[in-house]
């Protein structure tokens, strides 16, 4: 089992909603937000956690997920922000995110059918499966012919 790509599934959504939640201001993405506090190994560097988190984080502005203006150490990534890329894939609605005969106004329908939306409530349920399922989603270059709701 890879439990590393596990963690970055989690780290990435979290990452992201983070910076979906703030937009479109710039705000500074820390590591310790995303995972809690991770103590240094012996030597004071940050632990393997910690440093895979942080990596996470590059790897989305250098696929274009995110922006960002400098890093702080290895804690954060300062002025980052959705890129249109991320931002269009977040709010995108994804098919079949709704139960079948829920009434809801349009506008929540709309909010909940988001791939952000859905990836919050995994993330918030622990629900690591599904997290990696809606990440890959994220990923993928077509969203399985789903409409934008944007």
């Known amino acids: ?51 895979s988190c942080f990596g996470a984080l590059l790897w989305l502005a250098d696929e274009g997920y995110l922006r960002y203006e400098s890093t702080i150490h290895h804690d954060a990534l ?19 995110a709704l139960r079948e005969g829920e009434t809801l106004p349009p506008s929540v329908r709309r909010v909940h059918s988001t791939l952000a939306h859905q990836l ?4 918030a349920s622990r629900h690591s499966e599904r997290v990696a399922r809606l990440t890959r989603l994220l990923f993928a270059s077509n969203l399985l012919g789903a409409s934008d709701t944007v």
């Open 1 to 51: 089992m890879d439990l590393q790509i596990d963690d970055f599934y989690k780290d990435a959504a979290a990452g992201l909603l983070q910076l979906y939640q703030a937009f479109p201001r710039k705000v500074g993405l820390y590591v310790e937000d995303l995972i809690g506090r991770e103590e240094p190994d012996e030597f004071g560097l940050p632990s393997k956690r910690h440093q």
């Open 120 to 123: 919050g409530e995994a993330l």
């Open 78 to 96: 300062d002025q980052a922000v959705l890129s249109e890329k991320g931002f269009l894939r977040l709010s995108r609605g994804i098919p079949h």
